[in-house]
C-alpha cells in the first residue's frame, strides 16, 4: 500500500492541536518513539500542548511488518496576555487551610483524565457545548490581580447564569463534582483514547459519573462557580496530560 493511503491525518498542523488518524488495520503507531494507542480498526489519535516542539515523529508498522514514518511539522502560536482584575485575593494566593483541599481536587482531576477507554466519540465532528461570546482563549498568559498565574487552557465562552450546556461530543462522565475550589461545578466526559473534555465553573450538574450521553445532550448549567469574575463555561479538552485547545474541533464563531 503506498504510504500516501497508508495514513490518514485529520486536525490542524499546529500547537494545542488534537489530530484524529487512521492507518491499516492491524497496524502499530508511534509518536516521537512513543506507542500510541491504536484500535484494531487501526484509529488513533494524537495531541500536541501549548508549548509543544515544532518537529514531532509520527511512525507506524503495517502487519506485514514494514515501517513507515511521517515528519510532522507544527505551526508556532503567539499567545495574548490577560489581565483579570477583581478576583478574590484567597483565589489568587489560597490561604494555607484549603491547600489539603485543592490537593485532593487535583487528584480527582488526574484520575478522571487517565480514562483510557476504547470509546470512539473523538472522531466525531464536535459542536459548541454552549451559546455566547468568547470571553478567553486557549494559550493566554493569566494575570489575576496583577500576579501572573499558569496560562489559560481552555476557551471561555459567556453567557448568564443558567445558560444550557451540552455534550459537545459524545462519551462517558467520569468526575461531576459541585464544588472543586477553583472550578466550582466540573464535568469531565470520556470520548475514548484518553481524550475528554472537562467544563468548568457550573452552576448545575445535569448528569453523574458513569453516565453516558450523546452529542447535544444537556449536561448542566453556566455559572459563576470556583474562580470567576461573572458567569462563563470554561471549556477544556486534554489528551490524557496534554491540554488542547478545544477552538480547533468547533467551527469558529
Same mark, same amino acid.
Given at each position: 500500500m503506498p504510504v500516501a493511503q497508508a495514513l490518514e491525518?485529520?486536525?490542524?498542523?499546529t500547537q494545542g492541536s488534537l489530530l484524529r488518524g487512521k492507518v491499516?488495520?492491524?497496524?502499530?503507531?508511534?509518536?516521537?518513539?512513543e506507542p500510541v494507542k491504536?484500535?484494531?480498526?487501526?484509529?488513533?489519535?494524537?495531541g500536541f500542548g501549548r508549548d509543544a516542539g515544532p518537529q514531532q515523529a509520527l511512525r507506524w508498522q503495517t502487519p506485514d511488518g514494514e515501517m513507515?514514518?511521517?515528519?510532522? #511539522? +507544527? !505551526?508556532?502560536r503567539q499567545y495574548p496576555t490577560q489581565h483579570i482584575e477583581g478576583v478574590p485575593q484567597a483565589m489568587v494566593t489560597p490561604p494555607e487551610?484549603?491547600?489539603?483541599?485543592?490537593?485532593?481536587?487535583?487528584?480527582?482531576v488526574a484520575v478522571a483524565r487517565k480514562t483510557d477507554s476504547l470509546r470512539t466519540d473523538f472522531?466525531?465532528?464536535f459542536v459548541w457545548p454552549a451559546e455566547g461570546p468568547i470571553t478567553g482563549v486557549y494559550g493566554s498568559q493569566r494575570v489575576f490581580n496583577g500576579v501572573p498565574k499558569r496560562p489559560h487552557y481552555g476557551v471561555d465562552v459567556g453567557a448568564p447564569t443558567g445558560t444550557a450546556v451540552t455534550a459537545?461530543?459524545?462519551?462517558?462522565? #467520569? +468526575? !461531576?463534582?459541585?464544588?472543586?475550589?477553583?472550578?466550582?461545578?466540573?464535568?469531565?466526559?470520556?470520548h475514548g483514547l484518553g481524550v475528554n473534555s472537562t467544563f468548568l465553573h457550573l452552576s448545575k450538574l445535569s448528569v453523574a459519573v458513569g453516565d453516558i450521553v450523546k452529542q447535544g445532550d444537556k449536561i448542566g448549567e453556566i455559572g459563576a462557580t470556583g474562580r470567576a469574575t461573572g458567569?462563563?463555561?470554561?471549556?477544556?479538552?486534554?489528551?490524557?496530560n496534554e491540554r488542547l485547545d478545544p477552538a480547533l474541533l468547533v467551527p469558529p464563531r
Open positions: 491525518l485529520r486536525g490542524s498542523l491499516p488495520e492491524g497496524s502499530k503507531v508511534w509518536l516521537n518513539d491504536t484500535l484494531s480498526s487501526g484509529e488513533f489519535v494524537i513507515h514514518s511521517k515528519p510532522l #511539522t +507544527l !505551526a508556532e487551610r484549603v491547600l489539603a483541599r485543592i490537593k485532593d481536587d487535583n487528584w480527582r472522531n466525531s465532528e459537545p461530543a459524545g462519551g462517558k462522565v #467520569t +468526575l !461531576a463534582h459541585p464544588d472543586l475550589y477553583y472550578s466550582g461545578g466540573t464535568i469531565i466526559i470520556d458567569p462563563h463555561l470554561d471549556w477544556r479538552i486534554n489528551w490524557f
